[in-house]
């Protein structure tokens, strides 16, 4: 049986089980947009995507968005930013953690069904 997840109990799970949902999130919508902007081939695609997907442009896209987030969203980024993590392979501790931030949100908005709001965050977030 699946829990429902809402504003009571979403805190209650862990901020880096909603990064990594985010981060699935995050990636569909870079790849749609994209396909929806380009012609590329799926290798093409899928190398060009990566450049958006990977911690150094999810900090800048953090630091550009973070003055748009009210303060249940930015209590989830501060949280997972400030979680305890492992040393990222590709990346530095700091656009890691604000990576990681990034992530939150978007897997916090999702997982609420807050459809609009995650559009628009994301819309903001894409720095070309």
């Given at each position: ?11 209650e ?5 909603l990064?990594l ?13 994209l396909?929806r ?6 290798f ?8 958006f ?6 900090s ?18 501060m ?6 993590s ?43």
């Open positions: 049986m699946m829990n429902e997840i809402n504003e009571k109990n979403i805190i799970y862990s901020p880096i089980s990064a949902v985010g981060d699935g999130v995050h990636t569909l919508f870079v790849r749609e947009k396909l902007e380009t012609n590329l081939s799926h093409n695609l899928h190398v060009e995507a990566s450049k997907c990977r911690a150094s442009y999810q800048k896209a953090f630091d550009k968005i973070f003055e748009m987030l009210n303060e249940d969203e930015k209590a989830v980024a949280r997972a930013r400030n979680h305890k492992h040393n990222a392979k590709n990346s530095s501790p700091h656009d890691y953690k604000k990576a990681t931030a990034f992530e939150a949100i978007i897997g916090y908005l999702y997982l609420l069904k807050r459809e609009e709001r995650l559009k628009e965050i994301l819309d903001n977030s894409f720095i070309d």
